[in-house]
């Protein structure tokens, strides 16, 4: 089977500030119980998706495009880019911004432990 991927905008994601566009490239059904996200994911300058936990799965991000900060399960604060890997623990929570002028573009697949 060969498809596009399915377009999702949403606001406020996490308590974070603007608009995340997520490109789904599976759906969670499609992830067969194995976790329940897999997309391409856009911030606008000025955009974050807010600090969360994560219970029972994790989440890498594999940044593409741009620059931003990415908050770690311990606070601190790290500018990441293209080739930077974002990994939190089960139990861990982070959050990502994007401070910069461009857009900033990262692949994000959150599965089970």
């Excluded at 770690?72 to 911004?97: K, L």
């Amino acid at each position: 089977m060969v498809r596009k991927t399915v377009k999702e905008i949403r606001n406020g994601v996490r308590g974070g500030k603007g608009e995340v566009i997520f490109e789904h490239v599976v759906s969670k059904e499609e992830l067969n119980g194995h976790g329940r996200l897999y997309a391409r994911v856009r911030l606008a300058p000025g955009n974050s998706i807010g600090y969360h936990q994560h219970v029972g799965d994790t989440e890498p991000y594999f940044i593409l495009e741009g620059k931003g900060t990415f908050v770690d399960d311990d606070g601190s604060r790290t500018e990441v880019g293209p080739g930077d890997v974002c990994y939190i623990n089960p139990g861990q929570s982070h959050a990502i911004e994007n401070n910069s002028d461009e857009e900033l573009v990262f692949m994000a697949l959150v599965y089970n432990e």
